[in-house]
């Protein structure tokens, strides 16, 4: 079992930037990592995603803001967030996929607002 937390959430104005950090309890060196959002109503959907190759993809939304890395030395992911808008207010959530194994953090809460 592997258990994911997120840290670095937080208010942050329009425009600013955020660093969100996944921290999971054991080597991530064999699994695609993600970082998916739900907002309030609205289904969880994928932010961006690096394999365990490092190739990574992002949904279109986030394309030229959002950078998403790992460190698989320090078993943890990274989605660095910046031109932060108020509709990236959401819940972020890291995720562990390795075939058709799946594992979920807790979830860091964004809110973009002036």
């Known amino acids: 079992q592997v258990q994911l937390v997120e840290s670095g959430g937080g208010l942050v104005q329009p425009g600013g930037s955020l660093r969100l950090s996944c921290l999971a309890s054991?080597?991530?060196?064999?699994?695609?990592m993600g970082w998916f959002r739900q907002a309030p109503g609205k289904q969880r959907d994928l932010v961006a995603a690096?394999?365990?190759?490092?190739?990574?993809n992002y949904a279109d939304s986030v394309k030229g803001r959002f950078i998403i890395s790992r460190d698989n030395a320090k078993n943890s992911v990274y989605l660095q967030m910046n031109n932060l808008k108020p509709e990236d207010t959401a819940v972020y959530y890291c995720?562990?996929?390795?075939?058709?194994?799946?594992?979920w953090g807790q979830g860091t809460q964004v809110t973009v607002s002036s």
């Open positions: 690096i394999t365990s190759g490092g190739s990574t």
């Open positions: 054991t080597s991530i060196n064999i699994w695609n």
């Open positions: 995720n562990a996929r390795h075939s058709l194994v799946a594992y």
